[in-house]
């Protein structure tokens, strides 16, 4: 058998938001709690932990992902972009900027998985129409309802691009 | 979740020798492959599998979609729903896949999940995803009680006494209708499937979902050629308009000729203890003239020996209409 076994506790290297890391995780760890409890990364929320509210989206490799369905041991090598990655309060992403001129959020707690899902969503096949956005949108959950401008914040970016 | 041990092995031939140690490949299994994880990781935490052992077959060569020399096309265990959905080939010739898929779970999720995942995707049936619960699928001989419980989204074809679990796959739909091959590496070598083959009927046994035994590592999946001329559709009926598992679904491939139909593919899902391949209407469509009442007395043919359940008997008359409305659309 030519099997490389891991032991529980595993070393990977990844880059996160472009800055090169090198850390020690217990097998289960998800890449959520990776990114949460050992980076302090604490932009990414965690919603169900399930993969059904959207939360905890995330990039690897330029893709979005639900960070909580996703062990962080399968990550070594790939580069992953959080909220934290995006823009900074004196430089927003246009995406950001977006959100706050639409008013398109209220409690904000699954705002960052919004706005991740709704950049990377720039770049995937997507019709002109709201319908399309609201498609390709519907795996985040707003429980506050703003989802009619969260809708007009990512129309207003693409408009713009 | 319980610790595992965490294992990439170089290449198949390894990940099929670690695989083939497990006691069993089906409910319960010891040995478990990842590849995009959300049905496993999702499982996992709920308890529901309790691998000692995970195997990340990410790095294997498994994540291509190439031609076949006949016109066909293989399709990688690993390829991401996402990726397979927007492929040229698939978005051209086999409409009703790349619709499947894109009918199915969020688009986070279908850039995760995979083909060879999608294939041995478990059922939503609360009573299999909750351990507090009896499951006759998840703990063999402690009952069902979906069946005097909440059964709305369960299913109405090819139930038993011991388990009404609704397959809850939209590609596998698609899947069926194409008349796709499930190509499977195992410790005697490899050997291809048929799709009607590979899901089983609950019967006496649901913990026992596929015919894969400890070992076997799903390869790829070929397509056919694509019948020349083919009208295709995969419509889903749900409770709410996106991300959100099937009611009724229903995929047909018609081709079509001087007005009749001369050759009819007819799959459903939403309904069915597996992804429901329906000869049943296929026979009832070929040689009939394009028109309602034809395609209406098909969809009668495929629901015929279907069994109500007591929340989900409206699933019949669904199953019937989203039918009938997908033929319609194809030949619109």
């Known amino acids: ?161 | 979740m319980h610790t595992f041990e965490f294992l990439r092995p170089a290449d198949s031939e390894a990940t099929v020798a670690i695989a083939a140690q497990a006691k069993t490949a089906q409910q319960g299994a010891d040995v478990r492959f990842i590849a995009g994880g959300t049905t496993l990781l999702d499982l996992m935490k709920l308890k529901v599998e309790t691998p000692a052992r995970v195997i990340d077959i990410n790095r294997l060569p498994l994540d291509k979609i190439e031609a076949t020399p006949d016109g066909g096309l293989n399709i990688g265990a690993t390829v991401r729903n996402s990726d397979l959905a927007h492929h040229p080939s698939v978005e051209r010739d086999y409409a009703v896949l790349s619709q499947a898929l894109l009918a199915g779970a969020s688009a986070q999720l279908r850039n995760m999940a995979t083909t060879a995942g999608n294939l041995l995707q478990r059922t939503r049936c609360m009573y299999f995803r909750d351990t507090a619960m009896p499951c006759n699928k998840r703990e063999p001989g402690t009952g069902c009680p979906a069946i005097t419980g909440t059964n709305r989204m369960l299913a109405i074809l090819g139930t038993s006494e011991h388990c009404i679990a609704t397959n809850p796959s939209d590609m596998c739909v698609a899947m069926a209708a194409l008349e796709a091959t499930i190509h499977v590496q195992g410790v005697n070598g490899a050997r291809a499937i048929p799709f009607g083959d590979f899901h089983l009927l609950p019967g006496s046994t649901p913990n026992r979902e596929t015919v894969l035994e400890p070992g076997d590592l799903v390869t790829h999946v070929t397509l056919p050629p694509p019948a020349t001329g083919s009208r295709q559709v995969y419509l889903k009926l749900r409770d709410r308009a996106s991300y959100e598992f099937a009611l009724a679904s229903a995929a047909v491939v018609l081709t079509i000729e001087d007005g009749r139909v001369t050759r009819a593919r007819v799959a459903l899902g939403g309904v069915g203890t597996k992804p429901w391949r329906s000869l049943e209407a296929e026979a009832a469509l070929v040689g009939q003239p394009v028109d309602q009442a034809g395609f209406r007395n098909a969809a009668e043919a495929a629901l015929r020996d279907a069994k109500p359940q007591s929340e989900n008997g409206f699933k019949i008359e669904l199953a019937k209409r989203c039918l009938t409305y997908a033929l319609q659309l194809a030949t619109a």
């Not at chain 1, 506790?9 to 998800?30: E, H, M, Y």
């Not at chain 1, 709690?33 to 302090?40: G, N, Q, S």
């Not at chain 1, 690897?60 to 992953?80: K, Q």
């Not at chain 1, 309060?89 to 950001?96: E, F, G, K």
């Open chain 1, 1 to 161: 058998m030519q099997a490389t076994d891991i032991p529980s506790d595993t070393t990977i290297k990844l880059t996160v938001n472009g800055a090169p890391q090198a850390i020690t995780v217990d097998v289960r760890t998800s890449l959520l709690d990776m990114l949460r409890e050992r980076l302090h990364l604490t932009g990414t929320k965690k919603g169900c932990d399930h993969g059904q509210c959207g939360a905890c989206t995330v990039h690897v490799n330029g893709r979005r992902v639900t960070s909580c369905l996703t062990l962080a041991v399968m990550h070594d090598g790939d580069e992953i972009t959080t909220i934290e990655g995006l823009g900074t309060p004196d430089n927003l992403h246009p995406m950001q900027a977006a959100f706050v001129a639409c008013d398109g959020y209220q409690c904000g707690y699954c705002t960052s998985g919004q706005i991740m899902s709704a950049v990377a969503l720039l770049k995937e096949p997507c019709g002109a129409d709201d319908a399309a956005v609201k498609e390709l949108m519907s795996g985040n959950i707003c429980r506050c309802g703003a989802y009619a401008n969260i809708v007009a914040a990512i129309q207003q970016v693409r408009k713009n691009a």
